[in-house]
């Protein structure tokens, strides 16, 4: 009975309600908190989709065939070592310098297993990148291979 006079005396019933009382801010606190980093993971997923979904459609503006093809394939491949050449000089040039014998020696090689367009297409493509792009060569030379590459 000492017992039950004390807890009664003391407040026993009043202070869990504080206590219930003050978790539920903290409660809604942290139901924000997930909500927030989730919106701003959510929010950069789409950004990143977005993003991909532009280099798509330039990567496919770019890869289309210039005005004039060259009658012949070596030709078509100088034009396309020396856009690539271009391009490697505008983006990349104190990297380029070091790999660029080997480099433009295995696009000519590969490039005379292929066709007239592709290497037109390939060349215009390079010539043509914007900035955001100049990390996308594979992108662009692979495209130019799927549309007008040998069937």
């Known amino acids: 009975m000492t017992a039950l006079l004390w807890v009664t005396a003391c407040g026993g019933e009043t202070k869990p309600a504080e206590v219930k009382k003050t978790e539920a801010p903290v409660a809604e606190v942290k139901a924000e ?7 701003e993971r959510e929010a950069k997923v789409k950004a990143a989709e977005e993003a991909a979904a532009n280099k ?7 890869t289309v065939l210039p005005a004039k093809l060259p009658k012949k394939l070596p ?3 100088d034009e396309l070592n020396a856009a690539m050449d271009a391009f ?3 983006w990349f040039p104190a990297n380029w310098p070091m790999q660029k014998t080997k480099q433009l020696n295995d696009m000519k090689e590969s490039c005379t297993k292929g066709n007239i367009e592709t290497a037109a297409c390939q060349a215009n493509a390079l010539a043509a990148a914007p900035q955001e792009l100049n990390k996308a060569v594979p992108d662009l030379l692979g ?3 799927e549309k007008f590459g040998k069937k």
Do not use: E, S, Y
């Not at 798509?56 to 770019?62: G, P, S, W």
């Open 143 to 145: 495209a130019c291979i």
């Open 33 to 39: 908190a997930p909500n927030k980093f989730k919106a």
């Open 56 to 62: 798509i459609k330039q990567v496919d503006a770019l």
């Open 75 to 77: 030709v078509a491949c």
């Open 88 to 90: 490697m000089i505008k």
